[in-house]
Structure formats: structure tokens, C-alpha cells
């Protein structure tokens, strides 16, 4: 209790300039996650993550992707329904083993780059490319692109890329009771939509997007009793037929109006308090960056205990 009241007051007496700070640059210079218990805090693109743990870069059926953003973190319950995914896949729908691209930051909240959410630790998003049957090199894994199967926006699949396979994983991640949307580009919920058969309630939670024309995104319900805030649950019916035509007129491709101005960036202060106690805790012992993980699992040396860009951001005293 005494820790927590003296975070609190520590966290007032922020100096104004760091407290106005954007929070991208706040979480996105946290290299290591927070020594707190395990939570998701507030929603899925305005919030972020404490007791983080990571992927490890291998496992039998999986393969993490784009090591040097330090970006394959997440909650527990994220991490176990990768690796039974990769696992169930492989033994049961001919899918090789994932390649995972990013996850979350390892304190969560919002990144510099490329997501609006992956804010709380239960988004992921899984390469619709399958696993080599060998080990990549770390460069590699940063210079390799994922096959698309899809051009960008509502086009058909790619039937040369295309495989039943990447139906039945899709409907595995969707089948998992912990699940609560799949994104997907409007050509593969087509796809599925053709071929899914009679099976057809795990269609509801594969809602088409812009993009992931490369790879699909899965994100996890917010558990019970935790400090996030839950989708609101899809439409009825599984998203074939009128409610798909939308994705395939004009209407979503249409300009968006030209703002007056830009929107601000997020600070730490549009996000739930809780969020300056995550980013104030001490990292948990003994964990390491994406990339030195990998190079300890390839027998490099030991690398340098990683920096604490933190402190120098948001003014805590050593």
C-alpha cells in the first residue's frame, strides 16, 4: 500500500511538459513490461497493459516476425491461445505453423506505428503466410514479406495462394470460446462465406476490414471482473450475403471529408489512470527485448540490461 500511495503521488507531480507528452512516445520507449499482475486496461485501441508477457520468438509450430519492434507482448491469455492455435493447426488442418507479427508493446497503450488498437494485450495479428519447415535468420524475419492473398480492398482471393487450409485455420482462431472478432480483408470473408458449408456460426466473429489483405487479426474478448471495456458484440447472422455487399460497392472507398484540423495526439491523460501505473512500474526481472531473447535462444551472449528510456520521459527520479 505505502508503494502504491507513493507511485500515486509521484505520478502528480509529473511536470506539465511530460504529462502532455504524446503516449505513443511514452509506451512505444517502454522496452520491458511492467511487474504488476496481469490486466487489460481500458478499450482495445485506448488503453493499455500490465504483467505483460511475451511470445517466445520460437516454438514448435510458430515463428514470431519483425523482431526489432518489440511488439510480440501480451496478456498470458493471448500468449496460451497462440501457442494451442499453432499447435491444433498444424496436428489438425494442414497448416505448417504460424508466422505472428505484432502483438502488443510490452506495456501496451499506443504505439508510434501502424495500429490505432493492440493497446491491451489481446490482439494479434497472424500472417496468412505459412511457417517455413525451417528456422528463419533474424534478418530475415524483418526483410521477408508476407504473401498476400488478397489485392488490397474488397478483391477476390488469389485461388493460386489460396488453400482450404487457410479457411480451416481461420476457423479454428474463430471456433475458440475466448475470441471475439477476427479481421479479416472482404475477399476472404467471401471466401468463407462460399465454403464454409453448413458450419456457419463461427462466421459471425469474421468481420471484413480495410487491409489484411496479408494477414488476419484476432482479438480476445475482455475477461470478466477486468479493467477493460468489452466490444460490443457483432450482428446477428454470420455477415454473408446483404450484410457483405456493402464491402464491395464504393461507399467504403469514398474520401474521407478533410478535417479542419488535425486531431490531437493522445497523451497519458486521455487514458485510464491506471496506465501512468503501468508505465511507472519497475520492469519484471529477468525478461528481455524481442531481439535479445532471440539472440540468447541462438547461444549469443548475454546482451547489456536494456536502457530505461522511461525515467528521462516522464521525469521519474532514480
Excluded at 530475415?140 to 495462394?161: L, W
Excluded at 471456433?175 to 472482404?186: K, M, N, Q, T, W
Aim: with cysteine; charged share 20%; proline share 12%.
Amino acid at each position: 500500500m505505502l508503494r502504491f500511495l507513493l507511485i500515486l503521488a509521484m505520478l502528480a507531480a509529473l511536470p506539465a511538459a511530460a504529462k502532455d507528452k504524446p503516449a505513443n512516445e511514452l509506451f512505444g520507449a517502454a522496452q520491458l513490461p511492467a511487474q504488476l499482475p496481469p490486466e487489460p486496461i481500458g478499450f482495445y485501441s485506448r488503453g493499455c497493459m500490465a504483467g505483460g508477457v511475451a511470445l517466445p520468438p520460437d516454438g514448435a509450430h510458430w515463428q514470431a516476425m519483425r523482431l526489432s519492434r518489440n511488439r510480440q507482448w501480451g496478456l498470458p491469455i493471448l500468449v496460451d491461445f497462440l501457442q494451442n492455435l499453432a499447435r491444433d493447426a498444424a496436428a489438425q488442418d494442414g497448416w505448417p505453423g504460424l508466422l505472428v507479427g505484432d502483438m502488443a508493446q510490452p506495456r501496451g497503450g499506443p504505439m508510434l506505428s501502424g495500429h490505432a488498437s493492440h493497446q491491451t494485450g489481446l490482439d494479434a495479428d497472424i500472417w496468412l503466410t505459412p511457417m517455413p519447415n525451417r528456422r528463419l535468420s533474424a534478418r530475415e524475419r524483418e526483410d521477408i514479406s508476407a504473401v498476400p492473398v488478397v489485392e488490397p480492398g474488397p478483391h477476390e482471393v488469389h485461388d493460386e495462394i489460396w488453400t482450404p487450409a487457410h479457411g480451416r485455420l481461420i476457423r479454428r482462431a474463430a471456433l475458440d470460446g475466448r475470441v471475439e472478432r477476427i479481421f479479416v480483408a472482404p475477399g476472404i470473408k467471401k471466401k468463407l462465406c462460399e465454403t464454409a458449408g453448413s458450419d456457419r456460426g463461427w462466421l459471425k466473429k469474421v468481420r471484413p476490414y480495410y487491409g489484411h489483405n496479408y494477414h488476419f487479426h484476432v482479438r480476445l474478448s475482455c475477461p470478466p471482473g477486468a479493467p477493460c471495456r468489452a466490444q460490443d458484440p457483432p450482428p446477428a447472422g454470420d455477415g454473408c450475403g446483404d450484410n457483405l455487399d456493402y464491402w464491395f460497392s464504393a461507399e467504403p472507398y469514398k474520401p474521407a471529408p478533410k478535417p479542419a484540423k488535425p486531431a490531437p495526439p493522445v497523451t497519458l491523460a486521455d487514458l485510464p489512470k491506471a496506465c501512468r501505473t503501468v508505465l511507472e512500474a519497475d520492469a519484471q526481472p529477468g525478461t528481455r527485448t524481442m531481439q535479445d531473447a532471440f539472440a540468447a535462444s541462438r547461444g549469443a551472449a548475454a546482451p547489456p540490461a536494456a536502457a530505461d528510456p522511461i525515467s528521462d520521459l516522464i521525469g521519474r527520479q532514480p
